[in-house]
């Protein structure tokens, strides 16, 4: 079966940075592209990164102006966000999923900025 | 950036009535990297379609899709109470951005 699993998610401080992980399980995770997707409350959903499977291309949403890193360990199966000089605007369930369209989803972590 | 405006924004509806949502893009998108998604509270986004009309395995056949261009449509027919959730449309062929619309509310009666 299928699964992914976000964590690293909390509350932070504006100005503060967080990693987020996903654990990906039940597939051959090293041969799709994944993403990351956040939805803030009361909000829709919103794209925020795309890695290939070999890391080789990387997108962002250009609103995000550089905040955010998208890794991935094939070797461990696991993709990762950085998130850096955190705002309120970034307070949102971060989703991590599978794919291009994104064809399984993680339930998502929560991330909280708040002073 | 292209924007996805879907309308209406909400909209409620009977069992076994018929659900129509469109989704507007800003500029030409290929029917190639066009979706729908399905989300409902508490649980993660369910991708319905992809290449705007092909479902994805497990996606009864009540739920279908059409359009090209810049005007897409998702429809819902032989409406069931399971149904309630937010619809989003999701272009994801134009790099580097790749967007979703802003959601479609559907209450079943």
């Known amino acids: 079966e299928v699964q992914l699993v976000e964590s690293g998610g909390g509350l932070v401080q504006p100005g503060g940075s967080l990693r987020l992980s996903c654990a990906a399980s039940?597939?051959?995770?090293?041969?799709?592209?994944m993403n990351w997707v956040r939805q803030a409350p009361g909000k829709g959903l919103e794209w925020v990164a795309y890695?290939?499977?070999?890391?080789?291309?990387?997108y962002y949403a250009d609103s995000l102006q550089g905040r955010f890193t998208i890794s991935r360990d094939n070797a461990k199966s696991s993709l990762f966000l950085r998130i850096s000089n955190l705002r309120a605007e970034d307070t949102a369930v971060y989703y991590c999923?599978?794919?291009?369209?994104?064809?399984?989803w993680g339930q998502g972590t929560l991330v909280t900025v708040s002073s | 950036e292209i924007v996805l405006t879907q309308s209406p924004g909400s909209l409620s509806l009977s069992p076994g009535e018929r659900a129509t949502v469109s989704c507007r893009a800003s500029?030409?998108?290929?029917?190639?990297?066009f979706a729908w998604y399905q989300h409902k509270p508490g649980q993660a986004p369910r991708l319905l379609l992809y290449?705007?009309?092909t479902r994805a395995p497990g996606i009864p056949d009540r739920f279908s899709g059409s359009g090209s261009g810049t005007d897409f449509t998702l429809t819902i027919s032989r409406l069931e109470p399971e149904d309630s959730a937010v619809y989003y449309c999701?272009?994801?062929?134009?790099?580097?951005?790749?967007?979703f619309g802003q959601g479609t509310k559907l209450e079943i009666k």
């Open positions: 999923t599978r794919n291009r369209p994104s064809d399984r």
């Open positions: 039940g597939f051959t995770f090293s041969s799709y592209s």
């Open positions: 890695i290939t499977s070999t890391s080789g291309t990387i």
């Open positions: 500029q030409s998108v290929s029917s190639s990297y």
């Open positions: 290449g705007a009309s």
């Open positions: 999701h272009q994801y062929g134009t790099s580097p951005e790749y967007t």
